[in-house]
């Protein structure tokens, strides 16, 4: 499975950015594909994830009424929708797929995207 993240970029606060993860060499039918970030000298964290065979959908806190995760099964693909982003938001942004269907934690993610930027400037 490769998973190819996309849509990262500068934005000023306040503003909105989607984000893609599209996969190959795998045709989601169960499982989970999620989202996380890094910020420079922190922990990978969770942010969203959707199970792929119902679309029950997790979101962490910090991020709850802004961002939304969505999938496209025909197009195998995963969306992360980004508003009323803030300086904080800043980070590397990584999908990642995992076997399991209702995963948050990184170490239940066997696949992992290259990661995209995301910067937001107050």
């Known amino acids: 499975v490769q998973l190819q993240a996309s849509g990262g970029g500068l934005v000023q606060a306040g503003g909105s950015l989607r984000l893609s993860c599209a996969a190959s060499?795998?045709?989601?039918?169960?499982?989970?594909v999620g989202w996380f970030r890094q910020a420079p000298g922190k922990e990978r964290e969770f942010v969203a994830a959707?199970?792929?065979?119902?679309?029950?959908?997790r979101v962490t806190d910090s991020v709850k009424g802004r961002f939304t995760i969505s999938r496209d099964n025909a197009k195998n693909m995963v969306y992360l929708q980004m508003n009323s982003l803030k300086p904080e938001d800043t980070a590397v942004y990584y999908c990642?797929?995992?076997?399991?269907?209702?995963?948050?934690?990184?170490?239940?993610?066997?696949?992992w995207g290259q990661g995209t930027l995301v910067t937001v400037s107050s």
């Open positions: 990642a797929a995992s076997g399991e269907t209702y995963s948050t934690s990184p170490d239940e993610f066997d696949y």
């Open positions: 060499g795998h045709t989601f039918s169960s499982g989970a």
């Open positions: 959707i199970s792929w065979s119902n679309g029950i959908t």
